[in-house]
């Protein structure tokens, strides 16, 4: 028979979990090469929402978890073939060669394009976790100590209540279709960087019509099937592997970092000042939910 008895409500159970939730953040950067080009990015988010479930069968759901990206930068870099376009002449002169006429030029070399998705929102839709009671001595805890001089330099064993994921479901990042269009503005923009100094407005956009339309110079030089979008998307999902970057965030911040709940060991029952308080020790902590409050139970000596 267990000795003592706690239980919190499905509404309490609620808003501890929102505490969890919102303790949460995380960031990271990195990039690789992909072989036609390079890439690098630079992320943090947190989480917001999200709806709480408790089960008879003493599991938890939690669906439409919001991803909030504070932070979402990422940066193509890849070369542009080389191109030439030869000089020529628009007005020639009869007696000096050529009034006006566009020189030659070379384009081609590295670009990087720099995205910025900040502020996007994608979403968890599903959590499906157990909770786990878990003792924890503090790794700063002397072994002399007793438990008194333990609590007194903020060190006292814990027990301490996790979410426990079994499985969490991460929606696809949905890229805006914007992307495109400005992924293509800012080659066009590096192209122009690449282009003499001096030249006339008419004649860069002369030299833009010579090169043909610029979507697909990109697509020819990144090596993309479908759209801008799609291939933004895949480098999010598939290259940097971000769905199982956040599962794995998650899962180990409900699991690992931060308790829904936690109980010092021993217990304080009675304090009275400056006297020294009245403690019980906690053993065999167990925890479990059904469709109406989560219940803590154990033992104590």
Known sequence: MNHFTIAASEAAFRQL???????FSFSDSGGDNFGPFSASYDIAFHLEKGTVKLNNDGT????????????????????LPGIHIPG??????????CLVGIPSINI?????????????????????????????????????????????????????????????????????????????NLVEDAIRD???????????????????????????????VDTIEDFIQDLLEDLFGFLTLIETAVADHFAKKYPILEFEDPYPIL?????????????DLKVNVNTNEMIITGDVG
Not at 70 to 77: I, S
Not at 122 to 143: M, Q, T, V, W
Not at 145 to 169: C, R, T
Request: aromatic share 10%; glycine share 8%.
């Open 108 to 184: 081609g070399g590295p670009i990087c394009i720099p995205l910025d998705m900040s502020g996007l929102v994608s979403e968890i839709s599903e959590i499906r976790a157990s909770l786990n009671a878990i003792y924890f001595i503090d790794p700063g805890r002397l072994a002399s100590w007793s438990d008194l001089e333990a609590e007194i330099n903020g060190k006292p064993n814990m027990w301490q209540i996790f979410i426990d994921p079994d499985y969490v479901s991460v929606d696809p990042i949905d890229v805006p279709q914007t992307i495109g269009n400005i992924f293509e």
């Open 271 to 283: 304090t009275d000042g400056s006297l020294i308080p009245v403690k019980i020790p906690l053993r």
């Open 60 to 79: 938890i759901e939690v669906e439409a978890l919001d991803i909030v990206w504070d932070t979402l930068r990422v940066e193509v870099c890849f070369d």
């Open 88 to 97: 020529f002449c628009i007005i020639p002169d009869p007696w000096n060669g």
């Open 17 to 23: 979990f929102k505490l969890l939730r919102d303790n």
């Open 194 to 224: 690449m282009l003499p100094g001096g030249l006339f407005g008419w004649v860069v956009d002369l030299v833009f019509e010579l090169l043909g339309p610029i979507i697909d110079l990109i697509t020819s030089a990144l090596d993309i």
